[in-house]
């Protein structure tokens, strides 16, 4: 009796006790797991903890992140404080006193650092919180805005956005980078923006060509990425519109711009003849989709695009076309020259061709290479008489040009750098250079075959 008695009054404040715990939803096991975790954080207050944060390097805080759910737990709600705010997001994007350099690349690798963090902290999360977690975090930045900045081109914000953006997205797989671009896509209307820039008058809307260009160049293409992340991120840019818009937009982020105040030039292959810096952009973007890495892209898409391109806003001169192609490298060079040839544009092709000699020798490249690629294209046509054409129509064009170019020089058509006389000039050797070429090939077959 006596202990039935004694253990029926022991019994009952521990019920107590338990159904006292399923009200306040913990347990006393779980609360010990997860001071444990803590490790020696755990004898810490949380004001103190934070303190502790602040004399850690963001990298350390990263590797810190790690340890447990529980401390990535507080970590996470450290950088939602306003002093972990103030402490990660530095906002000093304009800074001209101090060497451009230096400086920029120290933000750049603190914004690096922030990304590893954000992306250890929200490991566990689904994509799409961890997104909206992050914008929560980074949304009073107004220099990671679209908009946000009163001076992009001295802004190093966007850069740093898209390095933060490269590292926290680097090894997601392709419907997360998609759920990425979307979100972005969404938040900054790029898609209304876009519309606007590309179905208004070119230059119309020159501020917005411009803040279109520096938020895809800074933050989608981020500079320094890998060529497989840059082709996933371009053809998202490019492929929701057709080819003539696409075409457009393509000059926009990758086109000339001016030095004075970086909007872009759409005179610029209409005018006269440009220089390599000025289509290099234009050049590395079209290698790119049409190199392996693009698998939404087949070599008639980019074609098609270098196609519509060459006449944005206007026909381009033919010297910026042949110079272009040069820069956009031996494949896109050929193939772009051959469907020329299968579609039966030989006069086109030939005056492409003379162009390509001329560029070569102006920016002293080897001749040889113009000879080789006429050789190429040559084996294309499927008929002696249509190489053969094509031959006739390749020295029937070196002959004109020479006479427009001897006419206009004759008639005292001159400017201050006497452009007229210099491309006679240039021409007169294109052509000795490139039947030079061409004999010493002949030559060489003619005797190795003796």
Not at 92 to 109: N, Q, V, W
């Amino acid at each position: 009796m006596t202990s039935s008695a004694g253990s029926s009054c022991t019994s009952v404040p521990r019920q107590k006790q338990r159904r006292s715990s399923r009200r306040s939803g913990r347990t006393p096991g779980r609360d010990s797991q997860a001071l444990s975790s803590l490790g020696d954080f755990q004898t810490l207050p949380l004001e103190i903890f934070q303190m502790v944060l602040n004399y850690l390097s963001v990298k350390d805080i990263s590797m810190l992140s790690m340890v447990s759910k529980t401390i990535s737990g507080r970590l996470i709600n450290y950088i939602s404080t306003s002093s972990g705010s103030r402490r990660l997001l530095l906002q000093d994007f304009h800074r001209p006193e101090l060497p451009a350099r230096k400086e920029g690349a120290s933000i750049l690798e603190h914004y690096k650092a922030l990304g590893l963090l954000l992306k250890r902290c929200t490991l566990l999360l689904p994509t799409r919180d961890r997104l909206k977690y992050v914008h929560k975090v980074l949304s009073g930045v107004s220099c990671f805005k679209l908009n946000g900045c009163a001076s992009p081109l001295h802004c190093l914000g966007l850069q740093c956005y898209g390095v933060f953006l490269q590292i926290l997205t680097a090894g997601w797989d392709e419907l997360e980078c998609h759920r990425v671009f979307n979100f972005l896509w969404e938040l900054s209307n790029l898609a209304r923006k876009v519309q606007t820039v590309v179905s208004s008058k070119p230059g119309s809307a020159r501020r917005l060509e411009l803040r279109i260009r520096l938020y895809c160049r800074g933050v989608l293409l981020s500079p320094g990425s890998h060529r497989s992340d840059s082709a996933f991120w371009l053809t998202r840019i490019l492929k929701p519109w057709p080819m003539v818009n696409q075409a457009r937009l393509l000059y926009i982020i990758f086109g000339p711009v001016s030095s004075r105040d970086g909007h872009v030039v759409w005179q610029k292959m209409i005018e006269g003849p440009t220089d390599e810096t000025s289509l290099k952009g234009l050049a590395d973007a079209i290698k790119l989709l049409y190199g392996t890495e693009a698998r939404e892209w087949t070599a008639d898409d980019v074609i098609s695009l270098v196609d519509e391109l060459s006449v944005v806003p206007q026909e381009w001169l033919m010297e910026n076309n042949a110079r272009l192609l040069l820069l956009s490298g031996n494949s896109i060079c050929f193939t772009f020259l051959a469907s020329k040839a299968v579609n039966g544009r030989a006069l086109e092709l030939a005056r492409l061709m003379v162009f390509m000699a001329l560029v070569c020798e102006k920016d002293l490249y080897c001749m040889d290479w113009a000879v080789k690629m006429m050789q190429k294209v040559c084996k294309v046509f499927s008929t002696p008489w249509e190489r053969n054409n094509f031959l006739q129509c390749l020295e029937n064009t070196f002959a004109h040009m020479l006479m427009d170019m001897l006419q206009a020089v004759l008639a005292g058509e001159r400017d201050e750098e006497d452009s007229s006389f210099l491309n006679l000039f240039h021409l007169v050797n294109a052509q000795a250079n490139f039947h030079k070429e061409i004999l010493y090939m002949a030559l060489g077959n003619s005797s190795s075959s003796s």
